[in-house]
């Protein structure tokens, strides 16, 4: 019977071919993975239970919390060991987060973006990615009280000082880098990773925002003259690097937050593949190669669900300004529960807003009656108009205390006791 995938298995083997990869030197990985000869005092301090009598202690105790304090002090041990010995360290097992500043997105993000990390933010054009990025990097220098080290890298050359000013990003003021390719990238990391060791600052986050990866070119792809010399070559190149950096990310707490495109995955051929990310949008995929779903610590997707403009009314609620309502979920998160769907509420001009989410969210989970005349269900006695509710929020102590209140509790009871 012949193979019917046998003359696809041929020509996949002559692609990895032409790839000239290089042949493994054994002696060379085996010298590499050896341990290190060190004294035994070196490994641990503590006495080496033997190994008969902790088996014995497992399994005749009875007593469960005697076993698993048995099994947590082997565990302990072991790590030292490999950490000593194997130079191999172990997670923190705890990720500090950069918040967002808006209370129903950090929610299903699990706090935040991760330090130590990278993330992605991917959507399709005016969804509001790169106003989300800026924002957070804002919110990263007051939750840090002005001493995080944020950057933006402009491969699209189209966002100013005066644009992250207005965005929030103040403390300090910063000048996006321009004129970027992907080996600049990494290379501003690596700067970034060395300035923080010889400060000796590594304990203080930094953010890194990358704006965008589909649109930055390598340095080989500028210089090329035939483009198809270079297809797949910006995909290789990540795919070295990206480990190598997300790496020196963990080590030096700096969070790494790309914005990237979405594009039609066509499906073409007996061998297809199947979708990547079953949770994204249907049939989209996002540039960069497979490196990027690997190495993604959260990978958040943004959709615009409906367009503000001043006087329409959108679901009997008058925003007052233009801007978008967009639909966002986590497609994957190693923080909090991931595909959890939530709508934010932004103005194209201030950015995301935190109060107008919430309003939205409290709409939406009938804890705030809109209609001609608004009032917190809690609260039936303070009326007032859609238009007015901020200047209500801002100016009514009682009023913002019982909104505050009801959107503590519906993110609790909607959002983490549902999905933690």
């Known amino acids: 019977m012949v193979d019917e995938n046998s003359d696809f298995v041929e020509d996949e083997i002559e692609n990895v071919e032409e790839l000239n990869v290089p042949e493994i030197d054994v002696k060379e990985v085996l010298e590499s993975i050896k341990l290190k000869e060190v004294d035994d005092e070196e490994i641990v301090k503590k006495e080496k239970p033997k190994k008969n009598k902790v088996v014995t202690e497992i399994v005749d105790s009875g007593n469960e919390d005697a076993s698993m304090s048995d099994a947590q002090k082997l565990y302990d041990e072991f790590s030292d060991f490999l950490e000593t010995k194997a130079e191999i360290t172990s997670d923190l097992g705890v990720k500090q987060v950069i918040c967002t500043g808006i209370d129903l997105l950090d929610a299903i993000l699990g706090g935040g973006f991760a330090i130590g ?41 189209a966002t100013t000082t005066t644009r992250l000013a207005n965005l929030g990003v103040k403390y300090p003021k910063i000048k996006p880098y321009t004129d970027i390719t992907v080996e600049k990238v990494f290379k501003i990391i690596e700067g970034l990773s060395v300035f923080k060791q010889q400060k000796n600052i590594v304990d203080v986050p930094g953010v890194v925002v990358w704006d965008s990866i589909a649109n930055t070119l390598t340095q080989k792809e500028r210089e090329t003259d035939d483009p198809n010399s270079v297809i797949g070559y910006k995909a290789r190149l990540l795919s070295i690097l990206i480990p190598k950096y997300v790496a020196k990310c963990a080590q030096n707490n700096i969070c790494f937050l790309s914005v990237n495109q979405l594009r039609d995955s066509l499906q073409m051929g007996q061998f297809a593949p199947a979708p990547e990310l079953k949770l994204m949008g249907s049939n989209k995929t996002i540039p960069g190669g497979n490196i990027l779903r690997f190495n993604a610590f959260q990978l958040l997707e943004m959709k615009v669900k409906t367009v503000i403009s001043p006087g329409k009314t959108e679901d009997s609620l008058k925003y007052g300004f ?76 009682e009023f913002k205390a019982a909104f505050d209140q009801e959107v503590k509790d519906a993110i609790n009871i909607e959002i983490i006791e549902k999905y933690k």
């Open 322 to 397: 233009e801007g978008t309502i967009v639909k966002v979920k986590c497609v994957k998160n190693k923080l909090f529960s991931p595909n959890v769907e939530v709508e934010i509420v932004g103005s194209f001009t201030s950015g995301f807003s935190n109060f107008w989410t919430n309003y939205n969210f409290l709409k939406n989970t009938k804890r705030l009656n809109s209609g001609a005349w608004n009032y917190l269900v809690s609260l039936p006695t303070e009326k007032f108009r859609a238009k007015d509710a901020l200047e209500m929020y801002n100016t009514n102590s």
């Open 117 to 157: 990390a990278l993330s992605m933010i991917v959507g399709q054009p005016g969804c509001g990615k790169t106003m989300l990025a800026i924002q957070t990097i804002a919110q990263g220098q007051i939750q840090y009280n002005g001493k995080l080290i944020g950057m933006f890298l402009d491969s699209e050359e």
